[in-house]
């Protein structure tokens, strides 16, 4: 009982851990699909972070902080866009300036705003997104083993966690059944062929660009006003790089990218689980070593498990016609 | 034939960037102009504060080295076709390295120690860029995701080992004991005073010269040596690679390893020169730069020292910059080097396709 | 069927326009890539295009296609000027192009492939059932039948370029473009696309096709048009005109199609493969128990359909391909996998000209002198110990540019911006002129122009009565007839049979390269 | 009457507005400002080479006293200070011993100890928590005060402890930190005192999120979830900085090293309007009597400092 009941709170953890990398990830697959490398995702998820936290603290409504995360990720989105699209620059290091610019914006304007070095006033009530129990959560709870699963993992999650789940199920729906999904997974691949059907490069790499800022802004919005209460200069602390490791982990497919995200959501809450308890045999471990252990494991993974990881062919490369 | 391509280079290096850059100070003063301080003068203030005194160009060229170090080191994996982002990684190995030169052979003399101490930090670097090299090459694993897990590997072997092993007992701060003065690298300030000329105390060192070095070094092994042709083909042309016997996978691990060296030398500038001992964080991001200077100098070492010397500008004046307008944020560094790397690292075209245009016309009126 | 060119001959008298180019000029920066050209196609007409590489073909066609915008000129369509500004407008207009290199999702199947620009409605479900039918009635229609589901990667090129048929086709395309179709077929397989083509001429369809083989202009074209160097040389119907005054046309000098060799005088086995077994990553035997001899001074011509197992086994050969099977033996010699090494290979006199230039071959990247030291960077000419001369290296380059007459001469110029033909002769400078004991030749005049293949051709007997064993594979048969002294057939990895070229014809060839003929022996 | 005085802060890597010892040095010189209406010049470092920068920059133009905010600050200052020997240094939280120099250190363990006694008291469940920024020798000196603090209220009590990461990250990851709080509750942790910095916020956040009771760190963190947090483990940086400005200014400010403990009160737990309902007057009269005993030498509290081992 005691065992279930923790790794039920491991895997609890390990859920709201997930969710932003999750965004992020399906992020970085629509982009990635489309041909646009993006390493701007860390970025894009401050800046979401930040808006959604000055929203709503203005307004006092997590919707429309919401709102204006997503709005804020994707005027990042629309620089990288028309860095990487228009003006055929190179993906990578447009990626590395929209990070470096939602950090230093962020933290310029929030001081400016609020004078306290970049973090916005703590959110309360309707500002945040508080936990819904699913229906049914607390009759469940009796039943043994499934019953806790339900109540404490699937059940007592803020919307946006929901809201991840399903981006996944329509990411996955949309790349594999429809017209526009086809002409993403053709246009990263080969984007001379899509255009030489009569279908523009531009147009729908734009798209899924935006698709990844809308994405990045809820995941954003998750960090400040579901699992934070406010932004803090620097909060997102990496997660849209190790979201560009789940997403080739996935190797680049919106289910697996799910798996991917949880897996190393997962590693977290057990490394922090891990502190301080001594291990049989070993005895207690160094801290640090605890705390490396989901990087270690993901290099471990990598180089036991996945293989290599072929990303979309024209993924990074500019389409130019003209030698 | 030779000339136009000449000055296309010429441009391309250095007109280019400039105008790039002339751009992302345009925008970064309307940035400047919203939190409600005045533009020309913050312009006037940073290029003062990076040029105008003795000091300013001290902390600029100071700032540059780093820049070099881990430009280069991003430029070398570039040239065999990977992208190190491991260069925080790699040159918090090569602190430790080179701390444990420093802090072990102490009883060397001098004209020995610095030298052990900087290959302890090339050393260092390369080791900790051979695993994720071996990685990709022998198992295929991503070199982006495996250097960035080595980062957070490297920062937390670091924090066990100074608050653990190395650390200065009874220190609050995580750090060695200061080294050895054997250990000490000439600061530019010191060594001119010894042929009279007096300059403003400043970190700039002798690593500066190292960076140089490594600067012709990079050149010479990329485009003039047998492995530096091995290193480019395997880089542009993997298959022509194996038509022509070059054995791929040990061309990629030697290449990630000079590129974590390079890296690892950061340490020399950092840890041995400026803080005569190792500590925390001295990184201090310097290895994520480093990809935009690889990428703006267009991974050629004479585009790396023009960008590292720009960004070596952006930090000095901007902390001048900070100094004399408390409403100016540090933030606001960070906030023009991403606009600098936007323009002269990706918006490039804005200004490169007129220039071109521009030569064109050039060329065809002279004939 | 190709002889049934009548019906066309009759309406000839009131012939209506299908499609007219007046003045189209077009320049890649430096390239001047089309001259004002003019260009008019009859409907329901087979057109040929002719031209040297580089000569503008494929730029003029992508501009009709919409895929590049002309800087200036006009293009008409069933008699009424359109602008076409990109292959959507120009599917609009009926017009439907194979590309010369295709223009496909590889690692999706043939209907996305097909049905990619032509969903029809936003859920594919919905559209995929149409296209299905489509399909199955253009099989029924053309013999063009296709696994629907079938990973196009996969499939064999033929299989390929029929996809970009149907692809036209399923648009409805009234005028189909098709840029060096039969480079990739078999004499066969190619009858086959002529014999569909003109069905397609007689419905009404109006076909442009470009090739560089004057043997198809001739058997399949109603009139041809010739290009040089960017600019519409000439206008003919094909009856009144002949392949040697077409090759002059296009290379501007009289050129002798077929090369004139003394009998060979063959020595000692330079090169010999036993049971050799080649097996590709998902471990199926792509060369399945190849043996073969190979004696100085003789040409040993390897015919095949591509993707037989020709090139694996060449590659194999080279040392660039681990052995699951078999030995091979140098000068008599079995080598060792250590031996095997392409570069241990190379020092000791096998040299090897690869299929595919641009992927192997070279770097485009690089600059040409740099490319035509590729695979001898570690020579002592090249620079002592670790470091490169860099003056050797570029007079070297410029030695061979010279001997083998490359244009332009310029060794400091990116390999990529030399034209076709011209970084097929730096390849062969810098492995011919090292006078090789035994030379592997893969493709060696693919998309090379009549000209270039003269000398190529001319090159490659020399190097035979210099006493030098050559392997040649190739997919043109005219070349395998024209060079080889002894022909082996390759059909799935295995070898089908082996001929003297003067006991052999085309047919038989292709009935062996089918893998028919070994089973009725 | 006072002398004009230029006085001058650096911050800190962690910054002017840490929500931890930066912010109460910064709290301190606006409080100065007000009483004595003198401004002051302050500026927040971005790397390490930036120290000996912004202390020299500032003892050049005459700036005195200099506060130096921070453990790291220590080398930079020994040798600023020697190349102007006539500006006042003060650094805060570690000594260098130079004839211009003030060195203030704080006895956190004895506040943390404090703060220790009143989670026992208060928590039902007798586990209680730690979360700590980043596991080096100041945070753990924390801890190990904490402890001591639970272990004598409590024997059987026990301590549940995080560090956060091993990367600047760590002092600014306020999700982390939620985790970390949460996941001690989950083991059954009631009240969990954090040292932290903006991470804390986290920490405080999940706990008054999930009924439990957080403690603030460095300075008075009450207001943040009022009635959810026990109480603040006060760090008097800001009196330091008050009454070192003021020295200064009345010509009274002295080199040499200032430990300030409870009997200075330079450290203590902080007691207003926001947590007055938790703390029941049993848990104040044992914490008060405690603070005595401590400063009376009755209650010896162990530094981890002196010989970087906890008992
Ligand atoms: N996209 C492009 N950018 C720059 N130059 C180009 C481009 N496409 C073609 N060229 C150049 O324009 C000229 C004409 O090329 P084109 O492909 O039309 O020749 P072609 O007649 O099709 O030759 P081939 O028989 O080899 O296919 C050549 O010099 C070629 O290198
Ligand atoms: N993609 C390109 N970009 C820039 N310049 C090119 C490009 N392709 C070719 N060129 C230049 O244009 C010249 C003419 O190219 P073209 O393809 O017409 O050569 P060519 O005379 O047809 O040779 P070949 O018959 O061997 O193909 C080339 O020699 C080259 O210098
Ligand atoms: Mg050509
Ligand atoms: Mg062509």
Not at chain 3, 198 to 223: N, P, Q, S, W
């Amino acid at each position: 009982m005691e065992e279930l009941s923790a790794a039920i709170a491991v895997f609890d953890s390990g859920v709201r851990l997930s969710v932003p990398l999750l965004f992020a990830c399906l992020a970085g697959l629509w982009s990635e699909r489309s041909g646009v490398v993006d390493i701007g995702l860390e970025g894009k998820l401050l800046a979401a972070a930040f808006a959604a936290a000055a929203a709503a603290h203005a307004t006092g409504s997590a919707w429309t902080g919401l709102g204006a995360g997503v709005l804020a990720s994707l005027g990042f989105a629309l620089v990288h866009g028309f860095a990487a699209i228009a003006q055929r620059g190179n993906q990578i290091v447009s990626g590395v300036a929209v990070n470096m610019l939602a950090a230093g914006l962020t933290a310029l304007v929030g001081n400016a705003w609020y004078g306290q070095g970049g973090r916005t006033p703590a959110l309360e009530g309707a500002a945040r997104f508080e936990p819904i129990t699913l229906p049914g959560a607390e009759a469940a709870r009796g039943i043994p083993a499934l019953g806790p699963l339900y109540a404490d993992v699937l059940s007592g999650h803020t919307v946006l966690v929901y809201a991840a789940v399903l981006a996944t199920l329509l990411t996955a729906a949309t790349l594999k059944r429809t017209r526009f999904g086809l002409r993403i997974r053709a246009v990263g691949e080969n984007p001379a062929a899509v255009d030489t059907a009569g279908v523009s490069v531009p147009a729908l790499r734009y798209a899924a660009v935006l698709i990844a800022g809308v994405l990045c802004g809820f995941g954003g919005a998750y960090l400040s006003l579901a699992q934070a209460a406010g932004f803090l200069p620097q909060m997102t602390a990496g997660k849209g790089f190790i979201a560009l490791a789940a997403l080739i982990f996935a190797k680049w497919r919106a289910w697996p990218a799910l798996g991917a995200c949880f897996l190393f959501g997962l590693l977290d809450a057990i490394s922090i689980r891990l502190q301080g308890v001594s291990m049989p045999g070993i005895g207690l471990v160094p801290v640090q070593a605890i705390q490396a252990l989901p990087y270690a494991l993901t290099v471990v993974l990598l180089a036991g498990f996945i293989g290599r990881a072929i990303p979309p062919r024209a993924s990074g490369l500019p389409y130019v016609k003209e030698r | 034939m030779s000339a136009p391509i000449e000055m296309r280079r010429w441009a391309d290096y250095v007109l280019v960037p400039a105008l790039a850059v002339a751009a992302a100070f345009v925008v970064a003063g309307l940035v400047v102009l919203a939190i409600g301080e005045n533009p020309l003068e913050a312009t006037a203030l940073l290029l003062r504060g990076a040029l105008g005194t003795g000091e300013g160009v001290g902390f600029t060229l100071y700032y540059a080295t780093n820049f070099i170090f881990t430009g280069l080191a991003v430029a070398v994996a570039f040239h065999a076709g990977l992208f190190n982002i491991g260069g925080e990684g790699q040159a918090t190995l090569g602190g430790l390295g080179a701390a444990l030169a420093c802090l072990h052979l102490d009883f060397l003399p001098g004209w020995l120690l610095v030298p052990l101490g900087a290959l302890g930090a090339a050393l260092f670097g390369a080791l900790w860029a051979l695993v994720p090299g071996y990685l990709q090459a022998r198992r295929g694993s991503h070199i982006v995701i495996t250097t960035i897990m080595f980062n957070m590997l490297a920062s937390a072997l670091l924090v066990y080992l100074l608050v653990n092993v190395m650390g200065k007992p009874g220190s609050m701060q995580p750090e060695t004991p200061t080294f050895a003065s054997a250990a000490h690298v000439p600061f530019a300030h010191e060594v001119l005073a010894r042929l009279g000329v007096t300059v403003p105390t400043t970190p700039l060192n002798a690593s500066f010269l190292l960076a140089l070095a490594c600067c012709y070094g990079v050149w010479l092994l990329i485009w003039r040596t047998r492995l530096g042709y091995a290193i480019r083909t395997v880089g542009a042309n993997p298959a022509a690679a194996a038509y022509a016997g070059i054995p791929i996978s040990r061309v990629t691990i030697v290449a990630m390893m000079i590129s974590g060296a390079l890296a690892g030398l950061l340490a020399v500038n950092e840890v041995m020169g400026v803080q005569e001992r190792l500590l925390l964080e001295f990184t201090g991001g310097y290895g994520f730069i480093g990809i935009a200077v690889a990428l703006m100098g267009r991974s050629h070492p004479v585009g790396i020292v023009l960008a590292s010397l720009l960004f070596g500008v952006l930090y000095q004046g901007g902390t001048e910059l900070a100094f004399d307008k408390p409403t100016i944020t540090r933030d606001m560094i960070v906030t023009i080097s991403g606009l600098a790397i936007l323009f002269a690292g990706a918006l490039d075209g804005l200004f490169r396709a007129p220039l071109g245009r521009f030569f064109a016309a050039r060329r065809k009126a002279g004939g | 069927m190709t002889s049934n060119v009548s019906p066309v001959s009759l309406d000839r008298a009131t012939p209506p326009l299908a499609i007219e180019l007046v003045g189209i000029d077009k320049r890649f920066g430096d390239v001047h890539a089309n001259k004002g050209v003019d260009l008019t196609v009859r409907k329901g007409s087979i057109h040929g295009i002719v031209g040297e590489n580089g000569a503008g073909k494929s730029t003029l066609m992508s501009i009709l296609y919409g895929f590049y915008e002309a800087d200036r000129g006009e293009i008409r369509v069933g008699g009424v000027a359109r602008r076409i500004r990109s292959p959507g407008e120009a599917i609009a207009a009926g017009i439907g192009m194979v590309h010369q290199h295709f223009m496909l999702v590889e690692p999706l199947s043939v209907i996305d492939n097909v049905m990619l620009g032509a969903e029809g409605g936003p859920r594919l479900a919905a559209g995929a059932r149409q296209v299905r039918a489509r399909l199955a009635q253009l099989a029924a229609d053309y013999g063009l039948a296709l696994d629907p589901d079938a990973i196009v990667g996969d499939l064999p090129v033929g299989l390929q370029q029929r996809v970009e048929i149907v692809k036209a086709l399923v648009r409805g395309a009234d005028v189909l473009v098709l840029d060096e179709p039969t480079a990739v077929l078999t004499p066969d397989e190619a009858d086959g696309l002529f014999r569909l083509l003109r069905i397609l001429a007689d419905e009404g369809k109006t076909v442009i096709l470009i090739t560089h083989k004057l043997r198809e202009i001739m058997a399949i074209t109603d009139r041809v048009s010739v290009m040089r160097r960017g600019e519409m040389v000439a206008t003919l119907d094909t009856a009144a005109t002949s392949p040697a005054q077409l090759a002059e046309l296009m290379v501007g000098r009289r050129v002798l199609l077929r090369v004139e060799k003394a009998p060979a005088a063959p020595g000692p086995v330079v090169l010999a493969a036993e049971n050799v077994v080649v097996r590709d990553a998902r471990g199926t035997a792509r060369v399945d128990g190849v043996s073969l001899t190979i004696r100085a001074g003789e040409i040993v011509g390897i015919a095949g359909i591509a993707g037989n197992g020709q090139s694996e086994l060449l590659e194999a050969l080279a040392g660039m391909r681990p052995l699951a099977g078999g030995t091979v033996a140098l000068e008599g010699r079995a080598l060792s996998p250590a031996e095997r090494d392409p570069a241990a290979l190379r020092r000791r006199g096998l040299l090897h000209v690869p299929e595919d230039r641009m992927r192997t071959g070279l770097v485009p990247a690089f600059e040409a002198c740099e490319s035509a030291m590729l695979g001898f960077q570690d020579e002592r000419r090249y620079g002592a110990g670790a470091l490169l001369d860099r003056g050797a290296i570029v007079s070297d380059a410029l030695e061979r540019m010279e001997a083998y007459d490359v244009r332009p001469r310029a060794p400091l110029l990116k390999t990529s911006k030399f034209s076709g033909g011209n970084q097929q002769k730096i390849v062969l400078a810098r492995e011919i002129e090292r006078g090789p004991k035994v030379l592997l030749v893969g493709q060696p005049t693919r998309g090379v122009d009549i000209g270039a293949i003269e000398f190529i051709h001319r090159r490659l007997v020399a190097l035979r009565d210099q006493g030098v064993g050559v392997l040649l594979v190739s997919v043109e048969l005219e070349e395998i007839m024209a060079l080889a002294d002894r022909i082996l057939v390759m059909c799935g990895g295995r070898i089908t049979g082996e001929r003297l070229p003067g006991e052999t014809d085309e047919r038989d060839l292709g009935l062996l390269m089918a893998g028919v003929a070994e089973r009725a022996a | 009457q006072g002398q004009a005085v230029k006085p001058a802060i650096v911050y800190d890597l962690g910054g002017k507005f840490d929500k931890s010892f930066n912010e109460g040095v910064y709290t301190g010189a606006e409080q100065f400002k007000k009483d004595a209406g003198v401004e002051y010049r302050d500026f927040e470092i971005q790397n390490d080479a930036q120290r000996e920068q912004a202390l020299r920059r500032f003892a050049r133009d005459g700036y005195s006293p200099i506060v130096a905010v921070g453990f790291s600050q220590a080398s930079a200052v020994e040798k600023v200070a020697k190349e102007f020997p006539n500006a006042k240094f003060t650094i805060i939280d570690m000594v260098v011993d130079a004839p211009n120099v003030q060195s203030i250190v704080f006895k956190e363990h004895e506040g943390s100890f404090l703060v220790g006694l009143l989670a026992a008291k208060a928590s039902k469940t007798g586990k209680v928590g730690f979360v700590g920024g980043m596991d080096i020798p100041l945070i753990r000196k924390f801890a190990c005060g904490y402890v001591q603090g639970v272990k004598y209220a409590n024997p059987q009590g026990e301590v549940l402890q995080n560090m956060t990461g091993t990367t600047g990250a760590a002092w600014t990851d306020p999700v982390k930190g939620g985790e970390l709080a949460k996941a001690q509750i989950d083991r059954g942790a009631d009240v969990i005192y954090h040292a932290a910095g903006g991470t804390g916020i986290g920490v405080l956040r999940a706990a008054a999120d999930a009924g439990k009771l957080g403690i603030g760190v460095d300075s008075n963190q009450n207001m943040l979830h009022p009635g959810k947090v026990l109480t603040s483990m006060l760090k008097r940086v800001d009196v330091a900085t008050v009454d070192s400005f003021k020295a200064a200014k009345d010509g009274t400010w002295k080199p040499g090293v200032t430990v300030l403990g409870l009997k200075e009160n330079g450290v203590g737990w902080a007691l207003d309007d926001n947590n007055r309902s938790l703390i029941t007057p049993d848990m104040k009269s044992a914490a008060d009597k405690a603070a005595a005993d401590i400063v009376s030498g009755a209650i010896q509290v162990h530094d981890y400092m002196a010989d970087q081992k906890c008992p």
